[in-house]
Nanobody, 124 residues
Framework: QEQLVESGGGSVQAGGSLRLSCAAS????????MGWFLQAPGKEREGVAV???????WYSNSVKGRFTISKDNANNTLYLQMSSLKPEDAGMYFC??????????????????WGQGTQVTVSS
């Protein structure tokens, strides 16, 4: 069955880096719109970065220039390289997917396949 499994979260100091991975199985992610979403305590889930089947990317303003989303189609894996981390980047990061229509807005309600999440903690 279709499945997403995240890894790579952890605790870092502000200014540090982390690389999140999302292993997809049961489907070919290259044809999907893939994204990373953040669920911070007490806040609504929000889009961090998405990448479409043609490698077009979108980033939230808060992470632009610090985070990079990428995918390895050969290994069916999605990545999020996080640099210059700030305390406000902390929370549960979820990987998500939906079939691509050529338009991939970062609207979490439009994604139907989700991983279990990986926790990121950033200390100041």
């Amino acid at each position: 069955q279709e499945q997403l499994v995240e890894s790579g979260g952890g605790s870092v100091q502000a200014g540090g880096s982390l690389r999140l991975s999302c292993a997809a199985s049961g489907f070919t992610s290259s044809g999907y719109c893939m994204g990373w979403f953040l669920q911070a305590p007490g806040k609504e889930r929000e889009g961090v970065a998405v990448i479409d089947r043609d490698d077009e990317t979108w980033y939230s303003n808060s992470v632009k220039g610090r985070f990079t989303i990428s995918k390895d189609n050969a290994n069916n894996t999605l990545y999020l390289q996080m640099s210059s981390l700030k305390p406000e980047d902390a929370g549960m990061y979820f990987c998500a997917a939906r079939p691509s229509t050529g338009y991939c807005p970062p609207l979490w309600r439009q994604f139907f396949l989700w991983g279990q999440g990986t926790q990121v903690t950033v200390s100041s």
